[in-house]
Protein backbone atom coordinates (compact mmCIF):
# COMPACT_ATOMS: atom_id res chain seq x y z
CA UNK A 1 0.00 0.00 0.00
CA UNK A 2 1.57 3.75 -1.46
CA UNK A 3 2.48 5.53 2.07
CA UNK A 4 -0.15 8.48 2.51
CA UNK A 5 2.40 11.55 2.05
CA UNK A 6 5.07 10.05 0.20
CA UNK A 7 2.97 7.61 -2.21
CA UNK A 8 5.91 5.71 -1.95
CA UNK A 9 4.83 2.06 -1.80
CA UNK A 10 7.53 -0.11 0.16
CA UNK A 11 9.15 -3.10 -0.66
CA UNK A 12 8.53 -6.07 1.09
CA UNK A 13 11.63 -6.14 2.57
CA UNK A 14 10.84 -2.39 3.85
CA UNK A 15 7.67 -3.91 5.17
CA UNK A 16 9.09 -6.37 7.12
CA UNK A 17 11.94 -4.19 8.69
CA UNK A 18 9.17 -1.85 10.04
CA UNK A 19 7.41 -4.85 11.70
CA UNK A 20 8.67 -4.76 15.68
CA UNK A 21 9.28 -8.51 16.37
CA UNK A 22 11.49 -8.67 12.83
CA UNK A 23 14.07 -6.13 14.43
CA UNK A 24 13.64 -7.29 17.85
CA UNK A 25 14.73 -10.68 16.49
CA UNK A 26 17.67 -8.90 14.30
CA UNK A 27 18.59 -6.69 17.04
CA UNK A 28 18.73 -10.53 19.30
CA UNK A 29 20.61 -12.11 17.20
CA UNK A 30 23.15 -9.15 16.90
CA UNK A 31 23.88 -8.87 20.32
CA UNK A 32 24.17 -11.99 21.09
CA UNK A 33 26.68 -12.51 18.43
CA UNK A 34 28.37 -9.60 20.35
CA UNK A 35 27.81 -11.64 23.33
CA UNK A 36 29.89 -14.46 21.57
CA UNK A 37 32.91 -12.71 20.53
CA UNK A 38 33.17 -10.71 24.27
CA UNK A 39 32.96 -13.79 25.36
CA UNK A 40 36.15 -14.83 23.99
CA UNK A 41 38.38 -12.21 25.48
CA UNK A 42 40.19 -11.96 28.25
CA UNK A 43 38.36 -9.20 30.26
CA UNK A 44 35.34 -11.40 29.99
CA UNK A 45 37.01 -14.19 31.52
CA UNK A 46 38.51 -11.84 34.17
CA UNK A 47 35.78 -10.44 35.21
CA UNK A 48 32.81 -12.27 34.70
CA UNK A 49 33.30 -15.87 33.78
CA UNK A 50 35.54 -16.81 36.59
CA UNK A 51 33.98 -14.71 39.44
CA UNK A 52 30.68 -16.54 38.36
CA UNK A 53 31.83 -20.24 38.04
CA UNK A 54 33.91 -19.79 41.82
CA UNK A 55 30.49 -18.54 42.90
CA UNK A 56 28.56 -22.08 42.08
CA UNK A 57 31.83 -23.57 42.90
CA UNK A 58 31.55 -22.71 46.29
CA UNK A 59 27.82 -22.46 46.75
CA UNK A 60 27.63 -26.00 45.52
CA UNK A 61 30.55 -27.15 48.29
CA UNK A 62 28.20 -25.37 50.45
CA UNK A 63 25.39 -27.69 49.56
CA UNK A 64 26.92 -30.73 49.29
CA UNK A 65 28.38 -30.13 53.18
CA UNK A 66 25.05 -29.36 54.28
CA UNK A 67 23.78 -33.03 52.47
CA UNK A 68 26.76 -34.30 54.84
CA UNK A 69 29.37 -34.47 52.13
CA UNK A 70 32.92 -33.55 52.71
CA UNK A 71 33.45 -31.10 50.12
CA UNK A 72 35.65 -27.77 49.12
CA UNK A 73 35.93 -25.14 46.07
CA UNK A 74 38.86 -24.78 44.51
CA UNK A 75 38.88 -21.37 42.10
CA UNK A 76 36.18 -23.05 39.80
CA UNK A 77 36.54 -27.33 40.75
CA UNK A 78 34.46 -28.80 43.30
CA UNK A 79 36.28 -31.44 45.59
CA UNK A 80 33.87 -34.27 46.54
CA UNK A 81 35.56 -37.58 48.02
CA UNK A 82 36.93 -38.80 44.82
CA UNK A 83 35.29 -36.79 42.29
CA UNK A 84 36.64 -33.37 41.25
CA UNK A 85 34.22 -30.99 38.69
CA UNK A 86 35.76 -28.07 36.64
CA UNK A 87 33.28 -25.31 36.29
CA UNK A 88 34.33 -24.23 32.64
CA UNK A 89 33.48 -21.92 30.41
CA UNK A 90 29.67 -23.12 29.03
CA UNK A 91 28.86 -25.28 32.53
CA UNK A 92 28.58 -21.88 33.86
CA UNK A 93 24.83 -20.97 32.64
CA UNK A 94 25.92 -17.78 31.58
CA UNK A 95 24.67 -17.89 28.16
CA UNK A 96 21.65 -18.69 28.49
CA UNK A 97 20.82 -16.44 31.69
CA UNK A 98 21.91 -13.64 29.09
CA UNK A 99 20.36 -15.05 26.35
CA UNK A 100 16.61 -15.06 28.42
CA UNK A 101 17.26 -12.02 30.19
CA UNK A 102 18.29 -10.44 26.71
CA UNK A 103 14.89 -11.47 24.92
CA UNK A 104 12.82 -10.11 27.89
CA UNK A 105 14.99 -6.89 28.11
CA UNK A 106 14.60 -6.05 24.60
CA UNK A 107 11.20 -7.47 23.99
CA UNK A 108 9.41 -3.57 22.86
CA UNK A 109 5.97 -2.36 24.43
CA UNK A 110 6.59 -3.79 27.83
CA UNK A 111 7.10 -1.81 31.24
CA UNK A 112 10.24 -2.03 32.25
CA UNK A 113 9.50 -2.79 35.87
CA UNK A 114 7.58 -5.89 34.51
CA UNK A 115 11.40 -6.61 32.22
CA UNK A 116 13.40 -6.45 35.49
CA UNK A 117 11.03 -8.54 37.55
CA UNK A 118 11.27 -10.91 34.85
CA UNK A 119 15.11 -10.57 34.33
CA UNK A 120 15.30 -10.99 38.22
CA UNK A 121 12.95 -14.28 37.77
CA UNK A 122 14.88 -16.00 35.33
CA UNK A 123 18.28 -15.11 37.02
CA UNK A 124 17.19 -16.64 40.22
CA UNK A 125 15.47 -19.69 38.54
CA UNK A 126 18.19 -20.82 35.95
CA UNK A 127 21.00 -19.85 38.73
CA UNK A 128 19.14 -22.44 40.69
CA UNK A 129 19.10 -25.21 38.17
CA UNK A 130 22.39 -24.63 37.11
CA UNK A 131 23.17 -25.52 41.06
CA UNK A 132 21.00 -29.00 40.54
CA UNK A 133 23.16 -29.16 37.40
CA UNK A 134 26.50 -29.08 39.43
CA UNK A 135 24.98 -31.28 42.16
CA UNK A 136 23.99 -34.06 39.74
CA UNK A 137 27.43 -34.04 37.58
CA UNK A 138 29.46 -34.79 41.01
CA UNK A 139 27.02 -37.49 41.98
CA UNK A 140 27.86 -39.11 38.78
CA UNK A 141 30.99 -38.73 39.03
CA UNK A 142 30.46 -40.22 42.24
CA UNK A 143 28.17 -43.00 41.60
CA UNK A 144 27.47 -43.42 38.14
CA UNK A 145 30.43 -42.13 36.04
CA UNK A 146 29.15 -43.61 32.89
CA UNK A 147 26.46 -41.44 32.62
CA UNK A 148 28.49 -38.38 33.11
CA UNK A 149 29.05 -37.32 29.27
CA UNK A 150 25.62 -37.77 28.77
CA UNK A 151 24.43 -36.04 31.93
CA UNK A 152 26.70 -32.98 31.19
CA UNK A 153 25.89 -32.50 27.49
CA UNK A 154 22.80 -34.27 26.05
CA UNK A 155 20.48 -33.81 29.69
CA UNK A 156 21.83 -30.56 30.98
CA UNK A 157 22.67 -28.45 27.58
CA UNK A 158 19.07 -29.11 26.39
CA UNK A 159 17.37 -29.10 30.04
CA UNK A 160 18.89 -25.49 29.98
CA UNK A 161 17.45 -24.81 26.29
CA UNK A 162 14.51 -25.63 26.93
CA UNK A 163 13.88 -24.11 30.38
CA UNK A 164 15.17 -20.33 29.52
CA UNK A 165 12.45 -20.72 25.73
CA UNK A 166 9.99 -21.89 28.33
CA UNK A 167 10.65 -18.58 30.84
CA UNK A 168 10.47 -16.11 28.36
CA UNK A 169 7.54 -17.36 26.96
CA UNK A 170 5.79 -18.17 30.52
CA UNK A 171 7.31 -14.08 31.03
CA UNK A 172 5.81 -13.35 27.40
CA UNK A 173 2.15 -14.55 27.97
CA UNK A 174 1.90 -12.83 31.42
CA UNK A 175 3.22 -9.60 30.46
CA UNK A 176 1.48 -9.20 26.98
CA UNK A 177 -2.18 -9.57 25.84
CA UNK A 178 -2.82 -12.95 24.24
CA UNK A 179 -5.05 -12.77 21.30
CA UNK A 180 -5.35 -15.43 19.01
CA UNK A 181 -7.07 -13.33 16.38
CA UNK A 182 -3.90 -11.65 16.05
CA UNK A 183 -0.56 -12.34 14.26
CA UNK A 184 2.26 -10.39 14.05
CA UNK A 185 4.90 -11.43 11.87
CA UNK B 1 0.90 -4.08 22.95
CA UNK B 2 2.23 -6.67 20.91
CA UNK B 3 0.37 -9.81 21.05
CA UNK B 4 1.99 -13.26 20.76
CA UNK B 5 0.17 -16.09 19.32
CA UNK B 6 0.99 -18.19 22.25
CA UNK B 7 -1.14 -20.34 24.66
CA UNK B 8 -0.38 -21.98 27.60
CA UNK B 9 -1.94 -25.24 26.34
CA UNK B 10 -0.34 -25.10 23.02
CA UNK B 11 3.14 -24.45 24.51
CA UNK B 12 2.95 -27.59 27.25
CA UNK B 13 2.13 -29.88 24.69
CA UNK B 14 5.14 -28.39 22.47
CA UNK B 15 7.34 -28.65 25.48
CA UNK B 16 6.38 -31.90 26.37
CA UNK B 17 6.25 -33.55 22.98
CA UNK B 18 9.56 -32.13 22.81
CA UNK B 19 11.00 -33.41 25.73
CA UNK B 20 9.73 -36.94 25.35
CA UNK B 21 10.67 -37.27 21.60
CA UNK B 22 14.33 -35.78 22.52
CA UNK B 23 15.21 -38.48 25.06
CA UNK B 24 13.70 -41.51 23.39
CA UNK B 25 15.78 -40.55 20.12
CA UNK B 26 18.89 -39.36 21.80
CA UNK B 27 19.81 -42.51 24.06
CA UNK B 28 18.06 -44.65 21.59
CA UNK B 29 20.66 -43.35 18.72
CA UNK B 30 23.41 -42.32 20.89
CA UNK B 31 23.57 -45.99 22.64
CA UNK B 32 23.10 -48.33 19.59
CA UNK B 33 24.75 -49.34 16.60
CA UNK B 34 22.33 -46.83 14.74
CA UNK B 35 25.30 -44.38 15.79
CA UNK B 36 27.93 -45.86 14.15
CA UNK B 37 26.01 -46.35 11.35
CA UNK B 38 24.79 -42.91 10.84
CA UNK B 39 28.17 -41.74 11.38
CA UNK B 40 29.74 -44.14 8.79
CA UNK B 41 27.30 -42.84 6.07
CA UNK B 42 28.20 -39.03 7.06
CA UNK B 43 31.82 -40.22 7.01
CA UNK B 44 31.15 -41.97 3.99
CA UNK B 45 29.33 -39.04 1.70
CA UNK B 46 32.09 -36.48 3.45
CA UNK B 47 34.85 -38.25 2.02
CA UNK B 48 33.13 -39.13 -1.69
CA UNK B 49 32.12 -35.25 -1.58
CA UNK B 50 35.02 -33.58 0.01
CA UNK B 51 37.81 -35.94 -0.49
CA UNK B 52 39.60 -33.59 -2.86
CA UNK B 53 38.33 -29.81 -2.23
CA UNK B 54 40.97 -28.56 -1.45
CA UNK B 55 43.93 -28.27 -4.45
CA UNK B 56 46.93 -30.04 -2.51
CA UNK B 57 45.19 -32.05 0.23
CA UNK B 58 43.50 -35.52 0.37
CA UNK B 59 40.77 -35.80 3.12
CA UNK B 60 39.89 -38.81 4.63
CA UNK B 61 37.35 -39.52 7.74
CA UNK B 62 38.15 -42.49 9.63
CA UNK B 63 35.64 -43.88 11.69
CA UNK B 64 36.61 -45.19 15.36
CA UNK B 65 35.01 -48.49 14.93
CA UNK B 66 38.12 -50.58 15.18
CA UNK B 67 38.14 -51.25 11.94
CA UNK B 68 41.18 -50.68 9.27
CA UNK B 69 40.49 -48.87 6.09
CA UNK B 70 41.91 -48.48 2.96
CA UNK B 71 42.22 -45.46 0.72
CA UNK B 72 44.08 -44.38 -2.70
CA UNK B 73 45.69 -40.98 -3.68
CA UNK B 74 47.24 -41.19 -7.23
CA UNK B 75 48.28 -44.66 -7.66
CA UNK B 76 49.02 -45.13 -4.23
CA UNK B 77 47.14 -47.57 -1.63
CA UNK B 78 47.21 -46.80 2.02
CA UNK B 79 46.01 -48.58 4.37
CA UNK B 80 45.02 -46.86 8.00
CA UNK B 81 45.15 -49.13 11.33
CA UNK B 82 42.12 -49.02 12.81
CA UNK B 83 41.52 -46.59 15.53
CA UNK B 84 40.10 -46.08 19.40
CA UNK B 85 39.41 -42.73 20.45
CA UNK B 86 38.39 -41.39 23.58
CA UNK B 87 34.97 -41.99 24.34
CA UNK B 88 34.02 -37.62 23.45
CA UNK B 89 35.13 -38.43 19.79
CA UNK B 90 34.42 -40.58 16.55
CA UNK B 91 36.03 -39.78 13.72
CA UNK B 92 39.49 -39.34 13.15
CA UNK B 93 39.85 -36.61 10.46
CA UNK B 94 43.05 -37.26 8.35
CA UNK B 95 44.44 -34.54 6.50
CA UNK B 96 47.04 -35.64 3.64
CA UNK B 97 49.55 -34.08 1.87
CA UNK B 98 48.53 -35.05 -1.92
CA UNK B 99 51.02 -32.87 -3.49
CA UNK B 100 53.98 -34.77 -1.75
CA UNK B 101 52.50 -38.01 -2.22
CA UNK B 102 52.17 -37.16 -5.74
CA UNK B 103 55.47 -36.05 -6.13
CA UNK B 104 57.33 -38.96 -4.71
CA UNK B 105 58.66 -42.27 -6.86
CA UNK B 106 58.46 -45.09 -4.55
CA UNK B 107 60.67 -48.14 -4.94
CA UNK B 108 58.58 -51.25 -4.07
CA UNK B 109 58.89 -52.92 -0.37
CA UNK B 110 59.96 -49.37 0.66
CA UNK B 111 57.33 -47.38 3.00
CA UNK B 112 56.01 -44.42 1.64
CA UNK B 113 56.85 -41.55 3.64
CA UNK B 114 53.48 -39.31 4.53
CA UNK B 115 53.30 -35.85 5.60
CA UNK B 116 49.65 -35.62 7.19
CA UNK B 117 47.50 -33.85 10.39
CA UNK B 118 45.71 -35.93 12.47
CA UNK B 119 42.60 -34.45 14.20
CA UNK B 120 39.82 -36.17 16.54
CA UNK B 121 36.12 -35.25 15.81
CA UNK B 122 32.87 -35.61 16.85
CA UNK B 123 30.58 -35.99 14.29
CA UNK B 124 27.75 -36.81 16.78
CA UNK B 125 28.23 -33.04 17.85
CA UNK B 126 28.61 -31.86 14.39
CA UNK B 127 26.42 -33.12 12.17
CA UNK B 128 24.03 -35.98 14.07
CA UNK B 129 23.19 -34.36 17.30
CA UNK B 130 21.43 -30.91 15.32
CA UNK B 131 19.83 -33.10 12.92
CA UNK B 132 18.20 -35.17 16.20
CA UNK B 133 17.42 -31.78 18.47
CA UNK B 134 15.70 -30.56 14.40
CA UNK B 135 13.66 -33.70 14.36
CA UNK B 136 12.21 -34.00 17.44
CA UNK B 137 11.57 -30.00 17.62
CA UNK B 138 9.84 -30.32 14.24
CA UNK B 139 7.52 -33.64 15.07
CA UNK B 140 6.50 -31.53 18.56
CA UNK B 141 4.71 -28.82 16.64
CA UNK B 142 0.79 -28.96 16.71
CA UNK B 143 0.18 -29.29 13.23
CA UNK B 144 -0.29 -31.25 10.58
CA UNK B 145 1.16 -34.62 10.52
CA UNK B 146 2.46 -33.75 6.83
CA UNK B 147 3.54 -30.41 7.21
CA UNK B 148 6.04 -31.38 10.42
CA UNK B 149 7.46 -33.92 8.11
CA UNK B 150 8.18 -30.59 5.45
CA UNK B 151 8.95 -28.64 8.74
CA UNK B 152 11.51 -31.35 9.42
CA UNK B 153 13.30 -31.66 5.75
CA UNK B 154 13.18 -27.83 5.50
CA UNK B 155 15.04 -26.99 8.64
CA UNK B 156 17.21 -29.90 7.92
CA UNK B 157 18.50 -28.84 4.81
CA UNK B 158 19.07 -25.35 6.27
CA UNK B 159 20.83 -26.50 9.26
CA UNK B 160 23.50 -29.05 7.05
CA UNK B 161 24.23 -26.07 5.50
CA UNK B 162 25.23 -24.30 8.49
CA UNK B 163 27.05 -27.27 9.73
CA UNK B 164 28.78 -27.55 6.46
CA UNK B 165 30.22 -23.91 6.40
CA UNK B 166 31.03 -24.81 10.40
CA UNK B 167 32.70 -28.20 9.21
CA UNK B 168 34.71 -26.25 6.57
CA UNK B 169 35.77 -23.65 8.84
CA UNK B 170 37.38 -26.74 11.05
CA UNK B 171 39.25 -28.21 7.51
CA UNK B 172 40.82 -24.61 7.09
CA UNK B 173 41.63 -23.64 10.62
CA UNK B 174 43.66 -27.46 10.78
CA UNK B 175 45.36 -26.84 7.28
CA UNK B 176 46.77 -23.23 7.89
CA UNK B 177 47.69 -24.79 11.32
CA UNK B 178 49.59 -27.68 9.71
CA UNK B 179 53.67 -27.32 8.68
CA UNK B 180 53.09 -30.57 7.09
CA UNK B 181 49.82 -29.05 4.61
CA UNK B 182 49.83 -26.94 1.43
CA UNK B 183 47.89 -23.63 3.75
CA UNK B 184 44.79 -22.21 2.19
CA UNK B 185 44.94 -18.68 0.97
CA UNK B 186 42.60 -16.33 2.53
CA UNK B 187 42.02 -12.95 2.23
CA UNK B 188 42.26 -10.81 5.67
CA UNK B 189 38.92 -10.83 6.08
CA UNK B 190 38.12 -14.20 5.25
CA UNK B 191 41.22 -15.40 7.82
CA UNK B 192 39.21 -12.86 10.50
CA UNK B 193 35.62 -14.43 9.89
CA UNK B 194 37.51 -17.68 9.81
CA UNK B 195 38.58 -17.38 13.42
CA UNK B 196 35.48 -15.89 15.18
CA UNK B 197 33.72 -18.37 14.11
CA UNK B 198 35.50 -21.02 16.31
CA UNK B 199 33.86 -18.86 19.06
CA UNK B 200 30.23 -20.73 17.77
CA UNK B 201 31.98 -24.41 17.88
CA UNK B 202 31.51 -25.44 21.66
CA UNK B 203 28.11 -27.37 22.39
CA UNK B 204 26.23 -24.91 23.83
CA UNK B 205 26.05 -22.85 20.75
CA UNK B 206 25.70 -26.07 18.49
CA UNK B 207 22.46 -26.31 20.97
CA UNK B 208 22.21 -22.55 20.40
CA UNK B 209 22.48 -22.11 16.35
CA UNK B 210 20.33 -25.25 16.00
CA UNK B 211 17.23 -23.69 17.76
CA UNK B 212 17.64 -20.35 16.83
CA UNK B 213 18.24 -21.96 13.10
CA UNK B 214 14.73 -24.06 13.62
CA UNK B 215 13.04 -21.15 14.62
CA UNK B 216 13.84 -19.29 11.59
CA UNK B 217 12.80 -22.06 9.30
CA UNK B 218 9.60 -22.68 11.27
CA UNK B 219 8.79 -18.66 10.70
CA UNK B 220 9.69 -18.79 6.86
CA UNK B 221 7.51 -22.47 6.75
CA UNK B 222 4.28 -21.06 8.78
CA UNK B 223 4.57 -17.55 6.49
CA UNK B 224 4.79 -19.54 3.51
CA UNK B 225 1.46 -21.52 4.56
CA UNK B 226 0.15 -18.72 5.54
CA UNK B 227 0.58 -16.74 1.80
CA UNK B 228 -0.35 -20.06 0.00
CA UNK B 229 -3.92 -20.29 2.03
CA UNK B 230 -4.50 -17.08 1.22
CA UNK B 231 -4.16 -17.66 -3.00
Known sequence: ?185 | MIQPKFSYRSIITFLLGLTISYFLFIPGIKFTKIKWLAIESINGILNQKLDHFFADTYLYLHTADQQPRQIVVGMYQLKLSPILLDSKYDTQLNLLNEKNILSQSKVSGEKLPVQNQKIQLSNWDLWLLPSILVFCLSIAVPILFIKRILLFLFSLLFLQIINLLRFLTILIIQINQSENLSPVSLSLWQNKLISYSTLFHGIESIYLITLVSWIFCLWIFLKANQLLSKK
Open chain 1, 1 to 185: MPHQLTGFTPTLMQKYLRNELIKYALVMVLVLMMFFIFSSTGIYEQLIQQPISSLFARSSALLLNLFGYDSWAEDMNIHCGDAVVSISKGCDAIAPIFLSALAIALFPKVRMRNKIKGILFVVLVLAILNLVRILSLVFSQLYYPEIFDFLHIEFWQFIFLVSSGALFIHWLIRNTNYDSTKVQL
